[in-house]
C-alpha cells in the first residue's frame, strides 16, 4: 500500500504502439475494475457522434469514426470511471487520514468511486458523512465570511462546458477571477504564445489538415501514450509518405513505429507502419535553440535561391501581407552562432540541416506539440518559435499547414472558452454584467503558481477544487503539504479518493460527483453534456453507464449548491432551472457568447463536433498589429534560472501509460519495458559508466539550487535507456518534490517540469522491498 520500494523488472521494449499488447492492455484494465461484459459494449459509444465523449485525452472526435475509436488509454479511463468498486462511508471508519497518507496514489485510487458526500471530523481524524444540504449551507456559510479575493476556485480540466460556465459565474458573482485551472500548468505557454503572435490562443489545425499535409514537425508530445488516436491520422500520413520529423530527448515507442489495433490484417501480420522519419534526441530545453537553427538553414537555403534565381525558400508574399517583426526576427537569426546552437539543442549542426531541409520541401507543413515544449522556462518562447518556423513559409491558414497544441484534458479547452481564466480580459465582462446585473471583478486573479505563494503564505482563504489533485500536480510538494494543513477550508469535488483529499484543511469538504460516463438524471430528464477538443470542435456527450450510487450528485448540481448557499439571490441567475435541464445553460452561453454558442443545443450533435470561429485560420490575426507576429527570442539557453554546473544532470519529467496524470492505474510502462515500480531513474549507459551505476541501483536527486530549501526524491532505481548524456527522466508525479515554485515560464507560469538541474547521491544501502 505505502510508497515503499519495490523491486523493478526492466524488459525491452521493442513492442510497437497499438498492436497486440493494446489489446491484452484493454482486457486487463477492464477486469482489474470489474467492469462486466454488458459494460464493455459501451466502449463502443466512446468518441460517437451519438454516445459520450472519452474522459482521457482531448484529440479531436471524427464525423466518420473508427468501429472502435478509443484507445486503449482511453479504455483504462473509462474501466477506471464505471468501476464498480466504491468507497462508502464505512471505508472512512476504519482509516484515518493520517493512516491513509501512508497510501500509495494508486491504492488511494484503486478503492472506487468516492459514493458520499463527506466532512472532515477533527476529533476521529476521519471523514464522516454529511448530509448534502447540510454541506451547502455549511460552505456557504465558510465562503461568506471570508475576504472574497483570498479564495481560490481551481478547475481540473475535465468539468463540462455547462459545469465550467456555472463555475465561472459563481466565482465572479463571489467577487474575483481566482479561477486557475490545470491549464496553468500545462498549455498556457500556448495560450499565452499563441495569442501573442497569431492572436488566438489555441491551435489551428483540424482533422482534414492532416489529409494534406506535406510535412509533420513533432515537438514533445507522447502520442502513442498521451493521445493515442492520433496514430490514426499519422499513420494515415505516413501511408501518403509525409515525413514525420520527431524532436525529443527519450526515444518514445509510439513515435518510432504503430500497429493499427483495428486492423485484422496489420495485427495478422504484425505490419508495422514507421512514425517517425527523423528522430532528433534533442536536450531538454533545447527547442528554441533547435528552431532557430532550422531557421538558420531556411534562410542559407533562401540566400542561394535568390542568389540563383529560384524560387524562393522563405513565402515572401506572405511575410509581407501578414506578418510583422520578421526584419527583427532575420537579424536575430542570422547573428545567432552555430556553437550556442549546437550546445543548447544538444543536436549537431547535420541533423538541423536534414529536418530543415526536409522541411522546406513541403508544400504544407504543420507543427505538433505537446508539453515537451510548453513546460519550461522558456516554454512561452518555445511555442513563439514554432510559430516563427512556420510563417517563414506561409504554414498558417492553408489547407494541410498550421499549429496543433495537444491538449490534455478532455474538455480543457473548452473550460478557457467558457470563462474560466485568472485573465479578466480574456472574459466577457461586460456580457455578464449585462446578462446577470451585477459588477464583475476586473483585477488579475490568481493563476496556479500565485495560489500556490499565497497559500504557502498563508493567505488564502479557502481552496474550491472542481476535479484534479491540485496537491500532488503541483511542484514544491513538501512546502506545500505542510502549507495546505493550514487552509481554513478546502472542498474538493470529485470521483475518486487521492492525495490531495487525504491531504486537507482545517474544514473539509469532499464531494462526490457523477463521472461524465453516467446517466445524469435531472428533472427535466436525463441530461448531456457538452465538451470542446483539442482542435476547437465542440461534441455532444450522453452518458451511459448507471451511476455507480445513487447518492451521487452531478457537478452542475454541486456548483449551483455552493452558489445558492453562498451567493445572495439573482433573479437572473436561476441555478435550479439550469441543475433541471442543462440545455438552459446551454442558451445562456448562447447569450453570453453569441459567435461560437449560438443555437447550441440543436448543433451540439454535429458528426464532428461544430468548430468555432478561428480567426487565425482564415488569416485574419486578431493582434495589436493586424498582422502575425514573427518575435525574437531573447535567449537561447534552456533553463536560464538554474546555471548548470559540475555534476549536474537535467531531469525531465514524463508519464508512463500506466496514469492519467496523477491517477496511477498501475506501476507498469508497458512502452518502456519497465514493470513493477515507478520510482525509477532513465539514464543513459554512457552516465550509468560515468557515476558507476548498474540496472537497478538505488540512488537519491537532489535540486541543484542554493535557496535555502532542501528538495529531494529518493529510493529511485536505476533504469538505463535511450535518452541523451547529462540528461535523465523520472515519472510525474514521483519528482515533484524536485521542483521549486519559482523555476516556471515567464510569461504563462507554466511550472518548468521539463527541465531540473539536479545532483545524484548514491544511496547508502538499498531500501528493503
Ligand atoms: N494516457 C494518458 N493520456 C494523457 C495523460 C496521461 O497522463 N495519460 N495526460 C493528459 C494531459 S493533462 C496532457 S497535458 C497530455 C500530455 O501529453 P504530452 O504532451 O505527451 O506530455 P508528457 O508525457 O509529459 O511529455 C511529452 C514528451 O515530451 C518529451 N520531452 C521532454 N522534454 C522535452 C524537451 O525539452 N523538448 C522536446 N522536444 N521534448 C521533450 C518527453 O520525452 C515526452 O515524450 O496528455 C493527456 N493525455
Ligand atoms: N512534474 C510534473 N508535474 C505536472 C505535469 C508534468 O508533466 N510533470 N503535468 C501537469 C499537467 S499537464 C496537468 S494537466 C496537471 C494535472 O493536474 P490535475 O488536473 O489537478 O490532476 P489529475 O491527476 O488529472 O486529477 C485527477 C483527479 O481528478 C478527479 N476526477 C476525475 N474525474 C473527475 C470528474 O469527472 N469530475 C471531478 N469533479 N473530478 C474528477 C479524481 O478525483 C482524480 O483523483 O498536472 C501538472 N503537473
Ligand atoms: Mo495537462
Redesign the pocket.
Given at each position: 500500500m505505502s510508497n515503499q520500494q519495490k523491486t523493478v523488472r526492466v524488459e525491452p521494449a521493442t513492442m510497437p504502439a497499438g498492436g497486440w499488447g493494446s489489446v491484452d492492455d484493454v482486457k486487463n484494465a477492464l477486469t482489474g475494475q470489474n467492469v462486466v461484459l454488458k459494460d464493455t459494449r459501451l466502449l463502443l459509444k466512446q468518441n460517437k457522434p451519438d454516445g459520450y465523449a472519452c474522459?482521457s485525452c482531448a484529440w479531436a472526435k471524427p464525423a466518420d469514426p473508427h468501429p472502435f475509436e478509443f484507445c486503449s488509454s482511453g479504455a483504462k479511463a473509462t474501466a477506471w470511471?464505471t468501476t464498480t468498486k466504491a468507497i462508502g462511508p464505512d471505508f472512512f471508519d476504519r482509516h484515518t487520514l493520517t493512516e491513509l497518507e501512508g497510501w500509495s496514489d494508486h491504492a488511494?485510487?484503486d478503492h472506487g468511486r468516492?459514493t458520499a458526500p463527506l466532512r472532515y471530523d477533527p476529533a476521529s481524524d476521519k471523514y464522516r458523512p454529511v448530509e448534502w444540504e447540510v454541506a451547502f449551507a455549511e460552505i456557504g456559510a465558510h465562503l461568506r465570511a471570508c475576504d472574497r479575493k483570498q479564495v481560490v476556485f481551481?478547475a481540473?480540466?475535465?468539468?463540462s462546458l455547462e459545469t465550467s460556465y456555472m463555475y465561472q459565474l459563481l466565482a465572479r458573482m463571489y467577487g474575483n477571477n481566482n479561477l486557475p485551472d490545470?491549464?496553468n500548468?500545462?498549455?498556457e505557454s500556448t495560450s499565452v504564445g499563441l495569442q501573442k503572435t497569431i492572436g488566438v490562443g489555441v491551435g489551428t489545425v483540424g482533422l482534414n489538415d492532416f489529409k494534406h499535409t506535406d510535412c509533420i514537425l513533432f515537438f514533445g508530445q507522447n502520442v502513442g501514450v498521451n493521445s493515442p488516436r492520433m496514430l490514426h491520422q499519422l499513420q494515415e500520413a505516413r501511408g501518403r509518405d509525409v515525413p514525420i520529423i520527431t524532436f525529443n530527448p527519450l526515444r518514445e515507442r509510439g513515435l518510432v513505429s504503430f500497429t493499427n489495433p483495428q486492423s485484422p490484417l496489420e495485427m495478422l501480420t504484425g505490419h508495422e507502419t514507421v512514425i517517425s522519419t527523423q528522430y532528433h534526441q534533442i536536450r531538454p530545453g533545447g527547442d528554441t535553440a533547435a528552431i532557430m537553427g532550422m531557421c538558420k538553414v531556411i534562410f542559407a537555403l533562401d540566400d542561394v535561391a535568390r542568389e540563383s534565381g529560384a524560387q524562393r525558400v522563405i513565402d515572401v508574399a506572405f511575410i509581407q501581407e501578414h506578418t510583422h517583426g520578421f526584419d527583427a526576427f532575420e537579424r536575430a537569426v542570422r547573428a545567432c552562432g552555430w556553437d550556442a546552437i549546437e550546445r543548447e539543442a544538444g543536436l549537431p549542426r547535420a541533423a538541423l540541416e536534414q529536418a530543415a531541409e526536409v522541411y522546406c520541401k513541403a508544400g504544407a507543413a504543420m507543427g505538433v506539440y505537446g508539453?515537451g515544449l510548453t513546460?519550461h522556462r522558456n516554454g512561452v518562447q518555445n511555442v513563439t518559435m514554432l510559430v516563427n518556423l512556420l510563417l517563414l513559409r506561409g504554414n498558417i491558414g492553408k489547407p494541410g499547414a498550421g499549429i496543433c497544441p495537444v491538449r490534455?484534458?478532455s474538455n480543457?479547452q473548452g473550460q478557457r472558452t467558457v470563462g474560466i481564466t485568472e485573465k479578466p480580459e480574456l472574459a466577457p465582462l461586460d456580457q455578464l454584467k449585462e446578462q446577470y446585473g451585477f459588477e464583475p471583478p476586473r483585477d488579475e486573479g490568481l493563476t496556479t503558481v500565485d495560489a500556490c505563494e499565497a497559500i504557502l503564505k498563508h493567505e488564502l482563504q479557502a481552496f474550491i477544487?472542481?476535479?484534479?489533485?491540485?496537491l500532488?500536480?503541483?511542484?514544491e510538494t513538501r512546502l506545500m503539504e505542510a502549507a495546505w494543513r493550514a487552509l481554513p477550508l478546502t472542498v474538493?469535488?470529485?470521483?475518486?479518493?487521492?492525495r490531495?483529499?487525504v491531504i486537507h484543511g482545517k474544514a473539509a469538504y469532499l464531494l462526490p460527483?457523477?463521472?461524465?460516463i453516467e446517466i445524469d438524471r435531472q428533472r427535466s430528464g436525463a441530461q448531456a453534456v457538452t465538451v470542446e477538443d483539442s482542435t476547437s470542435c465542440m461534441h455532444g456527450s450522453r452518458g451511459m453507464a448507471e451511476p455507480v450510487a445513487a447518492t451521487l450528485l452531478s457537478?452542475p448540481a454541486i456548483v449551483a449548491g455552493i452558489a445558492k448557499a453562498t451567493l445572495d439571490p439573482n433573479p437572473r441567475v436561476d441555478w435550479d432551472a439550469w441543475v433541471a435541464d442543462y440545455g438552459k445553460v446551454r442558451d445562456a452561453m448562447g447569450v453570453t457568447f453569441p459567435e461560437i454558442f449560438h443555437d447550441f443545443n440543436e448543433r451540439m450533435w454535429t458528426p464532428g463536433g461544430f468548430r468555432k470561429p478561428l480567426a487565425a485560420a482564415e488569416r485574419i490575426w486578431k493582434t495589436p498589429s493586424g498582422k502575425a507576429e514573427f518575435t525574437t527570442p531573447d535567449e537561447l539557453p534552456g533553463n536560464p534560472d538554474m546555471d548548470g554546473g559540475a555534476g549536474v544532470l537535467r531531469l525531465f519529467?514524463?508519464?508512463s501509460d500506466g496514469q492519467?496524470?496523477?491517477?496511477i492505474y498501475s506501476n507498469d510502462d508497458r512502452f518502456r519495458g519497465v514493470h513493477g515500480s515507478r520510482m525509477v531513474l532513465f539514464m543513459s549507459e554512457a552516465d550509468m559508466a560515468r557515476h558507476g551505476l548498474r540496472q537497478g541501483d538505488v540512488v537519491a536527486l537532489r535540486t541543484n539550487s542554493d535557496d535555502g530549501v532542501e528538495r529531494r526524491v529518493d529510493g529511485l532505481q536505476i533504469v538505463p535507456y535511450d535518452v541523451p548524456p547529462g540528461c535523465i527522466a523520472g515519472y510525474?508525479?514521483e519528482?515533484?518534490p524536485l521542483?521549486p515554485l519559482w523555476h516556471h515560464a515567464k510569461e504563462s507560469k507554466v511550472?518548468a517540469?521539463?527541465s531540473i538541474d539536479v545532483l545524484l547521491e548514491r544511496a547508502a544501502a538499498v531500501a528493503a522491498p
Open positions: 474522459v470511471e488511494l485510487e468516492l481551481y481540473s480540466g475535465r468539468a490545470s491549464s500548468m500545462c498549455h508539453m513546460q490534455g484534458h480543457v477544487g472542481l476535479g484534479g489533485n491540485f500532488r500536480a503541483v511542484p474538493q469535488v470529485a470521483t475518486k479518493l487521492n490531495n483529499h460527483c457523477l463521472g461524465r457537478e519529467t514524463i508519464r492519467f496524470n496523477t491517477t510525474y508525479p519528482c515533484n521542483i511550472p517540469a521539463k
